[in-house]
């Protein structure tokens, strides 16, 4: 395998972004952040990937305008992901794997507002008897929580003490629209919403978008001091039913992180837009108690659709970049309930 | 660093028709993907990987359908990557699994792409109108015929060329089991007999709206030994451009003449129309068969109608072009670019059947989507390459 | 005045959907009254039956009906209904393990609280009277009386091996700032263009992203309402959600002044007659008409001029 790092990464987050759903105009900072971090031009980039979907656009084809950012005379090797940007970014490690590139972009974008979100993620459902009852994200996710606290795997404190840790994060991140942690006992006194489940257990509905930069070996050097090298990647999906899974265990996260060495693991940015869901990451990867999670305050107080896992690689690269930390592990998550599952360790040496 | 030798040692796909009433989405996916496990003497077991791709969701109004289809892919457990560049994604798709292969990854992946058209109707969803704009988009053959008639006016084309390209191709589908069009009726006559329907195209000149899937096994050099007719994989290449720019050639896109010098350099060919003994080639409108001959570099500027027209394209000429009747005669959208890399692949492993080309050694498959400004493109030979 | 226009838009269809023949199962057994289940090679009994069974991956063949009473094994309140949930007011989603089931079934209970609700709790299907084979065709759930659900008659005998699943989605739809400023123009009767900062190319309508270099066009250009048709298209075809009656001319105005052309309606002249190079201007719509779009021009049409030399648009193509 080649070494292969996260060098560049450039995110905007915000409850309602005033532009089309396109993100054409959200991209174009983003990328020139990239461009700046690195101090490459868009010809430097061997390889471009995107993740979006068409629902939350609401049109067919709805990522073709994007690539309109990159500026595409000459025209790019290019793909695109139907999935999140920690996917997208899979593909281009692959790409950078098979030895036809040395470098790649990948971002993902999402305009959540334009829609009514948790509706129309019914549509990710099983189409035959799931979708015609337009099962909302909040309220699968509130099923899922459920299970966990009647099984006594975990309880509301538990999950109102992730929540209150996340808010407190956030305060130090500009890009969490949602912050500010009180105590547990404040948030167990504020009321249900989609009982188990209040408020602050639920990600808010984020627009946003965000970009990652790789590079192998000695490109990724000259980039970095400290490149995050990608010493793991590996990302598995469940079946999807919510029958006939045990919806107090992630499957594919655990499958995933037997795949990776996670010793000496300091930092876990896990993508988790439910509070109990993080708990159940944290079992699944056996996390010790003293790796600090999600430091970036976490999808809880932000979570871009599309963007929100590759965010996460982001949050971690940076903060090897820095030199704060040495090791991460970062989380993508995708489809109902944590249907499918991607683990990246990064790690800091030259 | 070089690409890790890999082969394509299964293909399966559905037989394609309008409404395939009789499966569910699932179900028709299934039918491609046992037909290429048994083609590749394997199961589900032996499957590392699933790669699905599909063109844009509103077509069967599922978001993200590769995560309720997963545990019925038989990806439940497994990693799955979901693609989607529009009407290049079978293409695309089958270039992703690939280089799960080629990076080292894994030694056997599965992958799958599908449209089940029926669901809804594609004119539909490529053409919600837009507010602000003037609604005059009328889906993908109101887009591609002016640029069909800005390819006859530059290369002054005699009009009867694509009723020769379409006749060819409805001809050669009957000799295509899986095919969704069969009218032994088709001639050149009969095509410019039919409606105009979007000027300059005639609906005789038009891809039908299929259901239908396709699925490729794609492996590693030490697994590709069990198989007796391996299709190697001699270079993959995907670009891709914006839909509209200033002073863009859309007849010709840079991306595509891009794409096909980056193809021809990776597998080492200097004549394609020498070195390539059969095509697969993305013709949605009988005219894009000319447009490419030329783009790809078998025919020169001006000259892909002239190739065209003299029967190079036929199934026993020069440069024969899809012989599986191609898009033209089965198009079920995302499965149309995974269906001709596959089709490249049966040619090369001399398993095309009655649609066979005698002594294919090297073989091209081809896809393009969006306004011609996404491609995807590989050429598979029946012995390892050197390089 | 906001930086971007937005307008609603609703994307809606009535899938057709296919069922296969164990969706089809399922959903026959509804509209008889049955709920059935699908028996995998680990003998557990799985309501609805997966497609395909987990382990073998053969299609699930042995159905086994189930009892419509089962037991809640978890639930949430839904304060908010979403539009085509199974009801607009309040309700509780669960997932209930009817009786002679191994794995439970999602669907909606009818309670008026969620104080009423609560896991292990015994409840019934409560039946549509009119069934399709549709996951519908239980309306919901509701308390389990002494009495049982009430039973109901098999509707036909024909398989079920279709269902509709109507889509529908509201968006609200915003134009890039660069468009907005397009459509505002046009409100006032101007065409405006911008034009890239670094290849000087002009953009009509202007684009977030100049496609060649990706940079923002920037510097305002109002262009001319005349240009040269540079190809199009004859339409002929009729088709679901079109706003114009076929036969029209669509084609590719290439504007006096704008390096990319717009796309529009040609009118006054037979379409036989419009022609690549053909001169033309743009025909407004009654000025009380005029909002933010492109509609406002109504249509474009020849000017009488000799045509444009190929020379002048080849590059355009």
Redesign the interface.
């Known amino acids: 395998m080649r070494d292969v790092a996260v060098v560049g990464f450039a995110q905007r987050q915000m409850p309602e972004f005033d532009g089309s759903p396109t993100c054409v105009e959200l991209l174009v900072p983003l990328l020139a952040e990239c461009y700046e971090q690195t101090g490459w031009t868009r010809r430097d980039v061997g390889f471009w990937c995107s993740g979006s979907s068409d629902y939350l656009a609401g049109r067919s084809f709805s990522f073709v305008q994007a690539v309109d950012a990159i500026g595409v005379i000459p025209p790019v090797n290019e793909s695109h992901v139907e999935m999140d940007l920690a996917w997208a970014l899979y593909e281009a490690w692959l790409k950078i794997q098979t030895g036809e590139v040395d470098t790649a972009l990948v971002y993902a974008f999402g305009k959540s507002s334009a829609g009514v979100l948790r509706r129309s993620l019914s549509l990710q459902l099983e189409p035959y008897t799931m979708t015609p009852l337009w099962p909302d994200t909040v309220s699968l996710a509130a099923l899922q929580a459920r299970v966990g606290i009647d099984a006594g795997v975990w309880d509301e404190a538990a999950m109102a003490e992730v929540a209150n840790r996340s808010l407190t994060d956030a305060e130090k991140n500009e890009y969490s629209i949602r912050k500010g942690g009180s105590s547990v006992e404040e948030l167990l006194a504020r009321p249900m919403y989609a009982d188990p489940l209040r408020k602050h257990d639920c990600s808010p509905v984020t627009d946003g978008a965000a970009a990652i930069v790789l590079a192998a070996g000695d490109k990724a050097r000259e980039v970095r001091e400290k490149p995050a090298w990608i010493s793991g990647l590996a990302h598995f999906v469940d079946p999807m039913s919510m029958g006939t899974r045990d919806l107090t265990r992630a499957p594919s996260a655990a499958r995933a992180a037997a795949q990776l060495d996670l010793s000496g693991v300091e930092l876990a940015e896990l993508h988790a837009p439910f509070s109990h869901q993080e708990l159940i990451l944290r079992r699944e990867l056996d996390l010790a108690d003293d790796v600090r999670v999600n430091p970036s305050g976490g999808a809880l107080t932000s979570n871009p659709m599309f963007s929100g896992g590759g965010i996460r690689i982001g949050e971690a690269a940076a903060r090897i970049w820095s030199g704060e930390i040495g090791k991460a592990v970062a989380h993508a998550t995708s489809g109902p309930a944590l249907q499918q599952n991607l683990l990246c360790t990064l790690e800091g040496r030259n | ?4 030798p890999a082969a394509v040692v299964g293909v399966g796909q559905t037989h394609h028709r309008a ?9 028709l996916c ?1 039918e491609a993907i046992d037909r290429a496990l048994a083609d590749a003497n394997m ?2 077991d032996d499957i590392d990987a699933v790669v699905v791709g599909k063109a ?10 590769e ?2 289809l ?3 892919l ?13 009407g290049s994604v079978g293409g ?1 798709t089958a ?2 699994a690939s ?2 292969v ?4 894994h030694k056997r992946v599965l992958t799958v792409a599908y449209e ?1 058209q ?4 594609a ?17 993908a ?2 887009y591609f ?3 069909v ?2 390819y006859i ?2 290369s002054e084309a005699p009009t009867h060329v694509g009723a020769i390209v379409a006749a060819k191709d409805r001809q050669n589908a009957l000799k295509n089991p899986y095919a969704h069009l069969k009218n032994p009726d088709t001639t050149v006559e009969s095509v410019l007999a039919s ?7 005639r609906y005789d000149e038009t891809c039908p709206s299929s259901d239908g899937a396709c699925a490729l096994v794609i492996v590693s050099e030490d697994v590709a030994a069990a198989s007796p007719n391996p299709a190697w994989i001699h270079g993959t ?15 010709n ?3 595509s003449r ?2 096909a010098a980056a193809l021809w350099k990776q597998a080492g060919i200097t004549n394609p129309l020498e070195e390539i003994d059969a095509a697969e080639i993305y013709v949605p409108f009988s005219w894009f068969e000319p447009m490419w001959l030329e783009s790809l570099g078998f025919a020169e500027l001006g000259g892909g109608w002239k190739l065209s027209e003299s029967g190079a394209t036929a199934m026993d000429g020069k440069i024969p072009v899809n012989c599986s009747g191609g898009v033209l005669s089965s198009n079920p959208i995302g499965a149309s670019g995974m269906l001709r890399f596959g089709e490249a692949a049966l040619q090369v492993r001399g398993a095309a059947g009655e649609h066979q080309v005698d002594g294919v050694r090297r073989a091209l498959g081809h896809a393009y989507g ?2 011609s ?2 491609f995807a493109m590989w050429v598979v030979g029946a012995e390892k390459p050197s390089n | 005045m906001t930086r971007t226009l937005s307008a609603p838009v609703t994307v809606a269809f009535d899938y057709t959907r296919s069922t296969g023949p164990v969706i089809g199962r399922f959903l026959t057994g509804l509209r008889d009254g049955q709920v059935v289940g699908g028996r995998t090679s680990e003998g557990a009994v799985v309501v609805p039956p997966p497609e395909f069974d987990p382990v073998t991956h053969e299609p699930i063949t042995d159905f086994v009906e189930v009892a419509p009473v089962g037991t809640v094994t978890s639930w949430t309140w839904v304060p908010e209904p979403v539009k085509g949930q199974p009801f607009d007011r309040p309700f509780a989603f669960v997932l209930v393990r009817l009786d002679g089931a191994d794995a439970p079934l999602l669907h909606a209970l009818d309670v008026s609280s969620p104080d009423e609700v609560s896991t292990g709790m015994r409840v019934q299907v409560r039946w549509r009277e009119e069934r399709v084979g549709s996951i519908t065709d239980i309306e919901c759930f509701e308390v389990a009386t002494e009495s049982g659900p009430t039973g109901v008659e098999a509707i036909g005998d024909n398989p079920v091996t279709g269902v509709i699943v109507p889509v529908s989605l509201d968006y609200l739809y915003a134009a890039s700032p660069e468009e907005s400023a397009f459509y505002r123009g046009l409100n006032e009767g101007r065409i405006l263009g911008q034009r890239c900062p670094t290849c000087e190319k002009v953009y009509v309508p202007p684009r977030s992203a100049c496609p060649t270099d990706g940079t923002p066009t920037s510097e305002e250009v109002e262009v001319s309402q005349t240009g040269t048709i540079t190809t199009f298209c004859i339409v002929n075809v009729p088709f679901l959600g079109q706003k114009i009656t076929p036969p029209y001319v669509s084609a590719y105005v290439l504007l006096d002044g704008a390096d990319i052309a717009v796309l529009h309606l040609i009118l006054g002249v037979p379409a036989a007659e419009v022609r690549m190079g053909m001169r033309v201007e743009a025909v407004w719509k009654p000025r009380e008409e005029w909002t933010y779009s492109l509609e406002n021009i109504d249509h474009f049409e020849p000017t009488g001029e000799p045509d444009a030399d190929y020379d002048t648009y080849k590059h355009h193509l």
Request: net charge neutral; proline share 8%; hydrophobic share 45%.
């Open positions: 660093m070089a690409k890790q409404k395939r009433e009789d499966v569910s989405m699932a179900g299934r199961t589900f844009p969701d509103l077509f069967e109004g599922v978001m993200m359908p995560l309720f997963a545990e019925s038989g990806a439940a457990g497994k990693p799955l990557l979901r693609v989607h560049t529009a695309s270039i992703v280089s799960l080629q990076a080292g990854v089940k029926s669901e809804s109707n004119m539909w969803a490529l053409s919600v109108p837009l507010p602000f704009n003037m609604p005059v988009h009328a889906g053959g109101g015929a002016p640029h008639r800005s006016r530059r409606q105009m329907l979007w000027d300059p195209i290449v995907m670009r891709s451009e914006a839909t509209t720019a200033a002073e863009r050639d859309q007849v896109p840079q991306a891009d794409a969006g306004g400004q996404f």
